[in-house]
């Protein structure tokens, strides 16, 4: 692009900006001359140096690395959490030469490593040449959940390596059909052929549910339980669970949310329902934590098998998102046979187009379940016409402290 200089101050010969009302729409018109703009390294030159639009342009130049190198700023908290730094210097600041000799490496690498984490706001550098907790890594020192998900994504990862190929693998059936399209995916036969993630979560690989082994079911079992914490809370926060009388959770694992629900409302009876092994798991866990008198524990298949009556509420958190739309109705209708009439059922998982939480959603959660093999990350608005076509009436989102962790929508079973 012509341009009469690329000195501070002197701006590139940009064409004029179309009117509105122009042939082709004005805002239309405006996004392309806004585009040109903005690929223009003449442009980009003369914004980088202009002192008003020089903050602007530094922003996005940051915001750009970031994305290229966030890759790596992953792996350098994946090592602090595999290191246990973060718990080392929790008990107090540590040098580099006290960390390198616990974490058996050299004083080198682990000022690299410190000095990368100072760099992401993780550590902070302390007088004395010590190294103690930054706003970032102080969450990962109580916070089981966030460091088990952390450690969790080096699973991700893998699967992650080729995007392109992980893309074109995922096409066609591979999740199903939407309400109404016919060719619906739904069988073995449709899912991941088995990168890690599907081996991680074998339901997802194929097996049949109700078949799977208690050594199966164990690590993301575990992983559930620790990071279930992470969505519970946002329920608990948003919805006055003391109206029920008793709740089903369905998909509920090792127990981990009604474990919290019970905390939260000390006369709500609780029921649970997984596959055979997951519930056997949350029979002993909640058994341990007292609470084997106030539960009943049901083991099945929730596509095959009739869910348990007798709850006024059925919970699904991050139960949907795992499933294509026509298994995802199909889960809901289950529950709302289970339901009595004016019966609520409460949906809660990250979901996509929420403001604040847009990258969550439609970035991070979409390609994680691509690369696990099934589901989809859904907008509350599709949720809402998912529980409609499932039976369900006035479906409601209930806004939740923060949307980054869960979304909740409520919808009332008929005939209250």
Same mark, same amino acid.
């Given at each position: 692009?012509?341009?009469t200089?690329?000195?501070?101050?002197?701006r590139?010969q940009?064409?004029?900006?179309?009117?509105?009302?122009?042939?082709?729409?004005?805002?239309?018109?405006?996004?392309?001359?806004?585009d040109?703009?903005?690929a223009?390294a003449?442009?980009?030159?003369?914004?980088?140096?202009?002192?008003?639009?020089?903050?602007?342009a530094r922003?996005?130049?940051?915001?750009?690395?970031?994305l290229?190198?966030?890759?790596?700023?992953s792996?350098?908290?994946? &090592?602090?959490?595999?290191?246990?730094?973060?718990?080392?210097?929790?008990?107090?600041?540590?040098t580099a030469?006290?960390?390198?000799?616990?974490a058996?490496?050299?004083?080198e690498?682990?000022?690299?490593?410190?000095?990368?984490?100072v760099?992401?706001?993780?550590?902070?550098?302390r007088?004395?040449?010590?190294?103690?907790?930054g706003p970032?890594?102080?969450?990962?020192?109580?916070?089981?959940?966030?460091?088990?998900?952390?450690?969790?994504?080096?699973?991700?990862?893998?699967?992650?390596?080729?995007p392109?190929?992980?893309?074109?693998?995922?096409?066609?059936?591979?999740?199903?059909?939407?309400?109404?399209?016919?060719?619906?995916?739904?069988?073995?036969d449709?899912?991941a052929?088995?990168?890690?993630?599907?081996?991680?979560?074998?339901?997802?690989?194929?097996?049949?549910?109700?078949?799977?082994?208690?050594?199966?079911?164990?690590?993301?079992s575990?992983l559930?339980h620790a990071?279930?914490?992470?969505?519970?809370?946002?329920v608990?926060?948003a919805?006055?669970l003391?109206?029920?009388?008793?709740?089903?959770?369905?998909?509920?694992?090792?127990?981990?949310?009604?474990?919290?629900?019970?905390e939260a409302?000390?006369?709500?009876?609780?029921?649970?329902?997984?596959?055979?092994?997951?519930?056997?798991?949350?029979?002993?866990r909640?058994?341990?934590?007292?609470?084997?008198?106030?539960?009943?524990?049901?083991?099945?298949d929730f596509?095959?098998?009739p869910?348990?009556?007798?709850?006024?509420?059925?919970?699904?958190?991050?139960v949907?998102?795992?499933?294509?739309d026509?298994?995802?109705?199909a889960?809901?209708? &289950?529950v709302r046979? &289970?339901?009595?009439?004016?019966g609520t059922?409460?949906?809660a998982?990250?979901?996509g187009?929420?403001?604040?939480?847009e990258?969550?959603?439609?970035?991070?959660?979409s390609?994680?379940?691509?690369?696990?093999?099934?589901?989809?990350s859904?907008?509350?608005?599709?949720?809402?016409?998912?529980?409609?076509? &499932?039976?369900?009436?006035?479906?409601?989102?209930?806004?939740?402290?923060?949307?980054?962790?869960?979304?909740v929508?409520?919808?009332?079973?008929?005939?209250?």
């Amino acid at each position: 692009m012509p341009t009469t200089s690329t000195k501070a101050g002197t701006r590139p010969q940009d064409e004029a900006i179309p009117a509105a009302g122009s042939p082709g729409g004005w805002r239309e018109r405006w996004q392309r001359w806004r585009d040109a703009r903005l690929a223009s390294a003449a442009f980009r030159r003369w914004a980088s140096a202009f002192p008003l639009t020089r903050p602007i342009a530094r922003r996005r130049a940051q915001a750009l690395f970031d994305l290229m190198a966030g890759f790596v700023y992953s792996q350098v908290l994946l &090592a602090c959490v595999q290191l246990r730094v973060f718990d080392e210097v929790a008990e107090r600041p540590r040098t580099a030469e006290e960390l390198a000799t616990r974490a058996a490496m050299t004083p080198e690498s682990m000022r690299r490593l410190l000095d990368a984490a100072v760099s992401l706001r993780l550590l902070e550098r302390r007088r004395g040449g010590v190294y103690g907790l930054g706003p970032l890594g102080a969450p990962l020192v109580e916070d089981d959940a966030i460091g088990s998900m952390v450690r969790h994504h080096a699973v991700l990862y893998a699967d992650l390596r080729d995007p392109v190929e992980l893309l074109r693998a995922g096409s066609g059936e591979r999740f199903g059909a939407g309400l109404g399209r016919p060719g619906a995916a739904g069988g073995a036969d449709s899912r991941a052929s088995g990168g890690a993630m599907a081996r991680y979560w074998p339901y997802a690989d194929g097996q049949q549910p109700g078949q799977l082994t208690d050594e199966q079911v164990a690590e993301y079992s575990a992983l559930m339980h620790a990071s279930h914490p992470l969505v519970a809370h946002e329920v608990l926060a948003a919805y006055p669970l003391r109206r029920h009388r008793c709740v089903l959770d369905v998909g509920g694992g090792e127990g981990r949310f009604l474990s919290l629900v019970a905390e939260a409302a000390p006369d709500l009876r609780l029921m649970l329902f997984d596959l055979p092994a997951v519930a056997e798991r949350a029979r002993l866990r909640l058994a341990a934590a007292g609470l084997a008198a106030r539960t009943a524990t049901h083991g099945g298949d929730f596509l095959r098998d009739p869910l348990p009556t007798g709850a006024d509420l059925v919970t699904l958190v991050r139960v949907l998102f795992d499933h294509p739309d026509e298994r995802a109705v199909a889960i809901l209708r &289950a529950v709302r046979r &289970a339901l009595p009439a004016g019966g609520t059922v409460l949906v809660a998982e990250p979901m996509g187009g929420v403001r604040g939480a847009e990258r969550m959603g439609d970035a991070y959660y979409s390609f994680y379940l691509l690369a696990m093999g099934r589901g989809q990350s859904r907008t509350p608005e599709r949720h809402a016409q998912l529980l409609r076509a &499932a039976g369900f009436e006035r479906p409601t989102v209930v806004p939740t402290p923060m949307p980054l962790q869960a979304s909740v929508i409520v919808a009332t079973s008929p005939g209250s």
